[in-house]
């Protein structure tokens, strides 16, 4: 079997430890990172990615393809960054103040890098000022804000009224997603979109970012 489809199919099967052997022996016979990257894990993703979305793969399943996806993505990040690898974009992402639940926000990053962007996890219990100081730091195309608690979820609002203050609303999208979060409330407070689930995320990424470079293409 092809290394790279090997790589593939053991991420969509959420084999941890297979999937970190065959990424080192691709690395060991020379198979360029970006392909590693793209033709293996990337496409093991995306299959894993269509099959959340459509009901037959489950959270349990993601959560071990997650695994398997992070143990490639370790060996393989670094060899990316010493050949100028080109993201499709930066997010930076994180579960707002008072809230530390993170299996969403975590599935929402692996799967967001397994797509091919960049992303920058601050974690949880994320105030707002600390969003404000990523934003200025890291220069993203993409904040994502997650929340499980209806007691949470307004601070997604403050993040948003800090970024207006700070007059850098304009210069990054934002994204909201979590149990209690509807598409009515991304409206409500001003945000740029709402995902339901992880694989819904990555649309919305991809979707948002086509269209601020078409705009800007004008």
Not at 96 to 109: F, S, T
């Amino acid at each position: 079997m092809d290394l790279l489809q090997d790589i593939a199919l053991n991420v969509q099967s959420g084999y941890t430890e297979k999937t970190r052997k065959a990424v080192e022996q691709a690395v060991a016979e020379g198979i360029p990172a970006n392909d590693i990257l793209h033709k293996g894990l990337i496409a093991g993703m995306n299959v894993v990615a269509e099959r959340f979305k459509t009901g037959q793969m489950f959270l349990p399943e993601v959560l071990a393809v997650a695994g398997a996806m992070k143990a490639g993505m370790t060996i393989v990040r670094p060899l990316l960054e010493m050949t100028n690898h080109e993201s499709l974009g930066k997010i930076v992402i994180g579960t707002v103040r008072g809230d530390m639940h993170d299996i969403g926000k975590n599935l929402v990053a692996i799967m967001l890098q397994g797509a091919g962007f960049d992303v920058v996890d601050l974690g949880t219990d994320v105030r707002a000022d600390k969003f404000i100081e990523a934003v200025e730091r890291e220069h993203p195309d993409i904040i994502g804000m997650s929340a499980l608690l209806t007691t949470t979820m307004v601070h997604m609002k403050g993040v948003i009224e800090a970024l207006e203050k700070k007059n850098l609303r304009e210069k990054v999208k934002v994204i909201i997603g979590g149990a209690p979060i509807s598409r009515n409330y991304a409206q409500e407070i001003r945000a740029d979109g709402y995902a339901r689930d992880a694989a819904t995320a990555v649309d919305l990424v991809r979707t948002l970012l086509n269209s601020t470079r078409a705009t800007a293409a004008v």
